[in-house]
């Protein structure tokens, strides 16, 4: 009970250091040519994708955050990098600059993912302060594994979630995307 209490606080400090590096991507000043670039480089990457995407993705960011000390660097600039994503998306647009950068996150699919970042993110300074000390990092393999399957299943739960909040706003082809890309 003890370590999953422990384990449970770890997470927690994960999530908010991904939340508040997403917090200073999302409000970092943007010139209109960069946040344009950021803008269409995003809408390209999104313009095609399903849940299968989505998933993979996210799963490929989560699998490197768990890289001991260099994941939670990446966690770091993942969530701003994120951050400036929304900033660049919402300049100019008098609905999205009314939000909160924040809002997104509390989504299902949000809550899913900062809680797999969160995971994977501790489980990466676990891992780091274990071979600082010097420590076997044998009883580390099991929790290590079990936490990577959690954090796929969530995620591809998230990307199922995400994937038909997508679909249902009937953004999931190229024209659609356009036409964010236009209002954007």
Do not use: C
């Not at 994941?71 to 993942?78: E, N, P, Q, R, V």
């Not at 993110?121 to 302060?129: C, H, L, N, P």
Request: proline share 3%.
């Amino acid at each position: 009970m003890q370590y999953l209490k422990r384990r449970l606080i770890l997470v927690a400090l994960g999530i908010i250091v991904f939340l508040i590096s997403y917090s200073i991507g999302s409000n970092v000043p943007l010139d209109m040519d960069y946040s344009q670039k950021l803008k269409n480089t995003f809408i390209d990457k999104v313009s095609d994708i399903d849940y299968i995407g989505i998933f993979m993705n996210n799963l490929l960011i989560s699998l490197f955050m768990f890289v001991p000390l260099l994941g939670t660097i990446f966690g770091l600039f993942s969530g701003f990098s994120t951050g400036n994503v929304f900033h660049a998306l919402s300049m100019n647009n008098p609905i999205l600059s009314q939000i909160s950068p924040l809002v997104i996150l509390i989504t299902p699919f949000g809550i899913l993912e900062m809680f797999s970042y969160g995971i994977a993110i501790s489980r990466s300074a676990i891992i780091f302060f274990k071979l600082v000390k010097r420590k076997s990092l044998k009883q580390e393999i099991y929790p290590t594994l079990l936490e990577i399957g959690i954090v796929a299943l969530l995620l591809f739960i998230g990307a199922i979630v995400e994937w038909n909040i997508i679909s249902k706003l009937g953004m999931q082809n190229s024209k659609s995307m356009q036409m964010l890309n236009k209002t954007i």
